[in-house]
């Protein structure tokens, strides 16, 4: 493992966790106020992070009326390259990762917009490569669903590579967060930062290993590819504190929203079905009540994790609300739990993403980042200016694979 590792902030700024713009701390508003958004950027550059990650929808999710009205979503916010310009003017070294659907917008878009953000923050710009999960979004593109999984991944692939070639060698990172093998394949192919989410650590060292051995597979030097799950964290000075923060925001979710969030990840129709039972068989295919849309992944790890852990709908809806296994803790905790993941599964870093805005990113900067320094796990300054610098990428080593 090299160490620092690598520390990429994942911002919603209405907080990750489902109820967490319902906390009291939350900002009205959040994720349109520029100055608020700017504020927790111009943080997690003081902290020293390697970049922050604007993630994005291009529709609402496909959830009903009644659960749209009890969530803060994706869309109540900046469009990312827009915002992360607006960015790059008050911010001096921080990485601008940015989300751009491959279904929806051309080669020629991307490669302009991302270019133009590159060049504007001299260096900085990221690019998230998503194919979009939504049938809701397809719909907002004027097509009656989305495109079959295996069509998404290919055009992706073609999009990329137009991309690519647009940019030259050395023009913005390339992000993905592939987690089917045909994800993983892209990921592997052509992207330098891969995110993921949070899994216990031998399913975590098993993806790496997956997409170091898929890079090796592509000609590619598997140690240029930057491996970053997810990582949430509700961290206080003392235990008994972070859970009582923690118990607080969980008293605020709504029941509904959690049976809703699975419903979506797991793309599959829950009504009727006892809480207290067991969930019904995985569907044959990605596909659901004839939409092509979802992530087959995210769908599949759900299914053995319940397996697993013997788990009921009940349980499995808190346990997603959960945060997808945050750490609550002390920054000690963390500490911790970062090395671990470092040593055993062999991550380059993480995708720290903050339940809530700006308590959960505060605590970050203010409490955990010094522990991990301290551990010599966390860089103490940047030592370049651009974002290919900050996440050690050699641009030599980016053979097209
Ligand atoms: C940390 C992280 C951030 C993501 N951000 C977005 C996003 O902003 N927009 C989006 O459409 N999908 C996003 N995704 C979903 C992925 O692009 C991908 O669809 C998902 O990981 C499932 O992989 P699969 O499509 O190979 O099944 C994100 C996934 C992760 C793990």
Do not use: C
Not at 315 to 334: E, F, K, M, N, S
């Amino acid at each position: 493992m090299t160490r620092p590792l690598h520390f990429v902030g994942f911002l919603k700024p209405a907080g990750e966790y489902p109820s967490g713009w319902r906390h009291p701390s939350s900002a009205d508003r959040a994720g349109v106020d520029f100055a608020f958004v700017s504020e927790q950027v111009r943080r997690l550059e003081a902290a020293g992070l390697d970049a922050v990650f604007i993630p994005d929808l291009v529709g609402l999710p496909d959830v009903s009326p009644d659960v749209l009205d009890r969530v803060a979503v994706v869309n109540d916010t900046f469009e990312p390259t827009t915002l992360l310009a607006a960015l790059s003017a008050v911010t001096e070294r921080i990485g601008l990762i940015g989300t751009a659907s491959t279904s929806f917008a051309s080669a020629a878009a991307i490669a302009d917009d991302f270019g133009s953000l590159h060049a504007l923050s001299e260096g900085r710009a990221g690019w998230n490569v998503v194919t979009s999960l939504n049938d809701a979004e397809a719909r907002n593109f004027g097509h009656a669903g989305h495109l079959a999984h295996a069509d998404r991944y290919a055009h992706a692939g073609s999009v990329a590579d137009r991309v690519r070639d647009a940019w030259g060698e050395g023009g913005p990172v390339i992000a993905q967060a592939g987690s089917s093998p045909a994800g993983r394949d892209l990921a592997a192919r052509i992207a330098d930062v891969v995110f993921v989410r949070a899994l216990p650590v031998e399913e975590t060292r098993d993806f790496v290993d997956d997409i170091r051995s898929r890079a090796t597979g592509h000609g590619r030097d598997p140690a240029a590819v930057k491996i970053l799950p997810e990582l949430s964290a509700v961290v206080a000075r003392s235990r008994s504190e972070a859970r009582e923060a923690f118990a607080k925001v969980r008293d605020l979710l709504d029941p509904r929203i959690a049976l809703a969030d699975l419903e979506y990840w797991t793309r599959t129709d829950l009504a009727g079905l006892p809480l207290d039972g067991p969930l019904p068989p995985l569907p044959a295919s990605a596909s659901h009540g004839g939409s092509h849309g979802g992530s087959r992944g995210a769908q599949e790890e759900i299914y053995r994790q319940a397996a697993r852990e013997g788990l009921t709908i009940r349980d499995l809806a808190r346990q997603i609300a959960d945060g997808d296994g945050a750490v609550v803790g002390t920054a000690g905790d963390v500490a911790d739990h970062i090395e671990r993941y470092a040593d055993v599964a062999g991550v380059d870093g993480f995708t720290v993403s903050f339940p809530w805005v700006p308590d959960t990113l505060n605590a970050f900067t203010d409490l955990v980042v010094p522990e991990l320094r301290r551990r010599g796990l966390f860089r103490t300054h940047y030592e370049g200016t651009t974002i290919r610098e900050h996440l050690h990428l050699d641009i030599a080593q980016r053979q097209r694979a």
